[in-house]
């Protein structure tokens, strides 16, 4: 098996491509600590990776929230005495607002989930991992990250914070046996259009930005990401690190 015992956090995993991932990752060998914000996608996932027989510990939190998401690697060590990948799954959109239209809530919650939460997880994942012989840790970024195009300034901008902190997070702990690389997702089926509030649109940049969304070469499957995550998560990729991997159909290639 690809991930033969290792021990695996996932955030984000009740839905889409955190779901995708748990189902993945457990097929080929993972233990799993999986959060969610959400009661019931977490229970749901948790007993879809139960029912196929793999082995999975869920714990429901918001991973803007320090301690929830610190838990999540404490579970982790708790739970299975060790943490091997780390991978920084959970994100929420804005409104597609432009810089003019911006509040200050939607920019705490955005930026609470998209790059708050990563930075302490990594965070405590790292100062595990330097002592036991390191690990993966894997973010989802996006187009967004790599482009202005997209989404709204926000979004974007947390996006491209996310691609920092991998290729910082990359080079501080490559001397300790520690990758870290960003998957930069396309537009992928999932349910992350459940975080926007259409109403709420800024049209005026909408309309902008959607003359990017009109040639967007395919939508994937979030199985098509979790694909891609295994990779990254195993040791077939141990040589990779600080990589801006695209997973896209093409769409930052214009």
């Known amino acids: 098996m690809r991930l033969g015992d290792k021990v695996v956090v996932i955030t984000g995993a009740g839905a889409g491509m955190g779901r995708a991932m748990a189902s993945r ?11 969610e914000i959400d009661q019931a996608r977490l229970d749901e996932v948790v007993a879809e990776v139960q029912a196929a027989g793999g082995t999975i510990t869920g714990h429901v939190g918001n991973v803007a929230q320090k301690d929830d998401a610190e838990k999540l690697v404490q579970a982790a060590i708790d739970t299975y005495g060790k943490l091997d990948v780390l991978v ?9 607002e432009g810089v003019a239209n911006f509040s200050d809530a939607q920019y705490q919650r955005v930026f609470g989930v998209n790059v708050y939460g990563p930075m302490v997880l990594s965070g405590a994942a790292v100062r595990f ?11 989802v ?39 870290c690389n960003a998957i930069v997702a396309g537009a992928v089926n999932t349910s992350i259009g459940t975080s926007m509030d259409p109403s709420k649109f800024d049209q005026e940049a909408f309309a902008r930005y959607s003359t990017y969304h009109a040639i967007t070469p395919g939508q994937l499957q979030s199985e098509d990401i979790a694909n891609l995550a295994l990779f990254l998560a195993s040791d077939e990729s141990k040589m990779i690190n600080g990589a801006l991997v695209a997973a896209d159909a093409g769409w930052t290639s214009a």
């Open 25 to 35: 990752f457990a097929k080929e060998g993972a233990k799993l600590v999986v959060g």
């Open 88 to 96: 920084n799954n959970a994100g929420v959109m804005d409104n597609f």
């Open 129 to 139: 991992m330097k002592e036991h012989g390191g690990g993966s840790i894997i973010n």
């Open 141 to 179: 970024a996006s187009a967004a990250g790599v482009g202005g195009a997209s989404a709204g300034a926000i979004y974007t901008a947390s996006k491209h914070a996310v691609i920092g902190l991998t290729r910082n997070t990359a080079f501080t702990y490559a001397p300790n046996g520690i990758r």
